[in-house]
């Protein structure tokens, strides 16, 4: 079973368009994590959600909106996609807020043409 | 916040040889975490060495951290081909966040 996933694992859109990533984890962590990495491998943090509510939402444009409907869900969804947002975007969990270990999905790759 | 910053950025070896790269961060940590990324795919944890800890084993891995230098080093012994990946440091500080830099790129020659 996998613990994180996410879909759709590859997006490819035009610019001005909204699009929407999703992540679910099976481990009954308490909190989920967004991370952007660039084409040089930097990760960086995007939010944090604890229990279904934003506790750390880093410099991020809010053409980004993330969503928690609820504990194992947390969704991307990004308003009027740039050439600068594409990117791999990786959710994690971990059990709780700066607990331990991150659990990481496989990733989507964002492709803005 | 503070990322880490690996060192070397790549690094290439033989089959067999031990690897070593090198973390740096810049304010005081609660733990620092390892982790692995193959190509392609998500990231997936190696090894959690808390603030007072000094070194720390797991299978072919060897964590070591000097809070006094503000460095931490990781040793994969008798390296095999499946070890290519990319690696990552991670210090967790009080902000409640783990940073990550931009890894070391390990190559393997069988």
């Known amino acids: 079973d996998t613990a994180v996933s996410q879909t759709p694992k590859y997006l490819v859109t035009q610019m001005g368009n909204d699009k929407s990533i999703k992540c679910e984890q099976n481990?009954?962590?308490?909190?989920m994590y967004w991370y952007k990495q660039d084409s040089k491998k930097f990760l960086k943090i995007m939010f944090s959600y604890n229990n279904k509510e934003l506790i750390i939402n880093e410099t991020v444009p809010n053409r980004f909106s993330p969503k928690s409907p609820d504990k194992a869900h947390l969704n991307l969804h990004i308003n009027s996609l740039e050439l600068g947002d594409s990117a791999v975007y990786f959710c994690?969990?971990?059990?709780?807020?700066?607990?331990?270990?991150?659990?990481f999905g496989p990733g989507t790759r964002l492709t803005v043409t | 916040s503070q990322q880490g910053e690996e060192d070397p950025q790549a690094l290439s070896i033989q089959e067999g040889e031990n690897a070593t790269m090198n973390c740096s961060y810049k304010t005081s940590i609660n733990n620092l975490q390892w982790y692995r990324q193959n190509s392609g795919r998500g990231l997936v944890h190696l090894i959690l060495i808390r603030s007072n800890e000094r070194e720390k084993h797991s299978g072919r891995l060897r964590v070591t951290l000097d809070t006094s230098k503000k460095s931490s080093s990781l040793l994969i012994t008798a390296s095999r081909a499946a070890d290519t990946a990319s690696y990552f440091c991670a210090p967790y500080n009080a902000g409640n966040m783990l940073t990550f830099g931009g890894g070391t790129r390990l190559m393997v020659k069988p």
């Open positions: 481990l009954g962590h308490d909190t």
């Open positions: 994690a969990s971990s059990r709780r807020q700066g607990i331990g270990e991150q659990y």
